[in-house]
């Protein structure tokens, strides 16, 4: 089990650059694929970002490559989320999760635990 904590997030103007981190509990972080996904109002959950247990191999959306990069620090039990070039749909709520298996899934299904969410804003 590992309970998932977000933080970073706020409200930016267009163009500017956020960094979310996710802050894991429990002494196995290193066993979990690591994921960012978000919703806006009205619309269903999307994958952002996922990262690989060792930090090799990550996925994003296309809708955010370039312009994302997920990183993790297994020592500090962390993932981050470094947003650059924020665009206006962009604003959601973001969270951050974990799942047990080793692929790096885009499919939020897949995912076991779940952060509460930190919320992102972009003006324009």
């Known amino acids: 089990q590992v309970q998932l904590v977000e933080s970073g997030g706020g409200l930016v103007q267009a163009g500017e650059s956020l960094r979310l981190s996710c802050a894991a509990s429990g002494r196995t972080f290193g066993s979990y694929v690591m994921g960012w996904f978000r919703q806006a109002p009205g619309y269903e959950r999307e994958f952002v970002a996922a990262i690989s247990r060792s930090g090799r191999t990550t996925n994003y959306a296309d809708s955010v490559k370039g312009r994302f990069t997920i990183s993790r620090d297994n020592a500090k039990n962390t993932v981050y989320l470094q947003m650059n070039s924020l665009k206006p749909e962009d604003t959601a709520v973001y969270y951050c999760?974990?799942?047990?298996?080793?692929?790096?899934?885009?499919?939020?299904?897949?995912?076991?635990?779940w952060g509460q969410g930190t919320q992102v804003t972009v003006s324009s």
């Open positions: 999760a974990a799942r047990t298996g080793p692929l790096v899934s885009i499919d939020y299904r897949s995912y076991d635990y």
